[in-house]
């Protein structure tokens, strides 16, 4: 199993980037996906978790408006585009994956999931 998180970078506040996570090693299609993200000196965060069947949201007030959670099945990869960045959107970024039977509100949560992705570094300078 191996999800590969990719997209990452320095980017000026304002500014956009669209993160990727390339999954394998399972069926990608039985599964909800999520991105969580941690901050320097704190603790991982969620950010958007999407349904397997893309039909599903749910977002993190904080970046609700700004960035944007995708899925493309045939590709096997769930995508954040993220716009109108900050500086305290600075962290590393991961995806992670879980099985459909919890709820979305559950996946708000860590917890919940199976496997995780290494995780890239998102920097956003002021």
């Known amino acids: 199993v191996q999800l590969q998180a990719s997209g990452g970078g320095l980017v000026q506040a304002g500014e956009s980037l669209r993160l990727s996570c390339a999954a394998s090693g399972f069926t990608f299609g039985n599964y909800d996906m999520g991105w969580f993200r941690r901050a320097p000196g704190k603790e991982r965060e969620f950010v958007a978790v999407i349904s397997w069947s893309g039909d599903n949201i749910v977002s993190a007030d904080s970046v609700k408006g700004r960035f944007t959670i995708s899925r493309d099945n045939a590709k096997n990869t769930v995508y954040l585009q993220m716009n109108s960045l900050k500086p305290e959107d600075t962290a590393v970024y991961y995806c992670?994956?879980?099985?459909?039977?919890?709820?979305?509100?559950?996946?708000?949560?860590?917890?919940?999931?199976?496997?995780w992705g290494q995780g890239t570094l998102v920097t956003v300078s002021s």
């Open positions: 992670a994956a879980a099985r459909t039977w919890h709820t979305l509100a559950e996946l708000t949560t860590t917890s919940r999931y199976k496997y």
